[in-house]
């Protein structure tokens, strides 16, 4: 993807998107989403973007409706249940809706030639890194800023996310205006804006990855208990 830019072609550099995180990052981790996303809107312009997993749009409906048209980016990883696949397909319908698909520099019969097949059985970080981290890092590229569904409620590995941080291995701006947010806020809001969801929420699934290395949650699991089940892998790498 190439890089966007205004009139004048700049871009601002790392150290100064650094700067504003320290100056903004104690006022928004106490703000409300929506004035987190305006304050994205306001100060990235075209040159941010959303990620959106495909598993509730939640961001993506508050997103839109601040800044209409702001891209919201889905990693095809080529292994996706159809189910998140056919969430994607509504989210897109949405008026207004700018879905942007990314997929990785090989398809999976492709990587099975290279690597051999089910790369994720034997080296997941791997295969994350091809079909997810390296994409992602091409969506990006050329921003100056991303946004991400992140909540701390979701994990022990997630609870100190930031509503405003910065992504050092990128150089980027990085927003979780959701990080507050509880379960129950989740679905208050789901119910009140009918916003996109995900059936496989309703099957067992609290958190949706690729097909091969998810499985359902039991009751008394954290949510992320079912991604990645048995390897002591946690996290595909976008946010590492
Ligand atoms: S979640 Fe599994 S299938 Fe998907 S990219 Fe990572 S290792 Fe590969």
Redesign the pocket.
């Known amino acids: 993807m190439s890089a966007i830019t205004d009139a004048t072609g700049q871009m601002r550099p790392a150290a100064e998107l650094h700067a504003l995180v320290t100056e903004h990052w104690g006022r928004l981790e106490g703000a409300s989403a929506h004035d987190v996303i305006v304050w994205a809107a306001a100060t990235f312009g075209e040159r941010w973007a959303v990620a959106a997993s495909m598993q509730d749009g939640v961001l993506a409906h508050l997103a839109q409706e601040v800044a209409p048209g702001v891209r919201l980016v889905f990693l095809d ?1 080529g ?1 996706h249940f159809p189910e998140t696949l056919a969430t994607r397909d509504a989210l897109a319908a949405r008026p207004g809706h700018h879905v942007l698909t990314v997929t990785p520099g090989q398809t999976v019969a492709e990587q099975d030639a290279t690597h051999g097949a089910a ?2 059985d034997r080296d ?1 970080d791997l ?2 890194a091809l ?2 981290t390296h994409p992602l890092d091409e969506a990006l590229d050329g921003l100056e800023a991303w946004a991400t569904g992140l909540r701390r409620a979701q994990s022990a590995g997630r609870a100190s996310t930031a509503v405003l941080g910065f992504d050092e291995r990128r150089g980027l701006v990085k927003i979780a205006p959701l990080a507050s947010w509880t379960d129950a806020q989740i679905a208050d809001y789901v119910a009140s804006n009918d916003v996109v969801r995900n059936p496989l929420l309703d099957q067992g699934y609290p958190s949706i ?2 097909a ?2 998810t499985r359902r949650a039991g009751a008394d699991e954290d949510s992320r208990a079912g991604r990645w089940s048995g390897t002591g892998k946690t996290e ?1 790498g976008i946010h590492l």
Do not use: F
């Open positions: 990883t292994y790369l994720h997941p295969c994350c079909r997810k990855g690729c091969p290395c595909c």
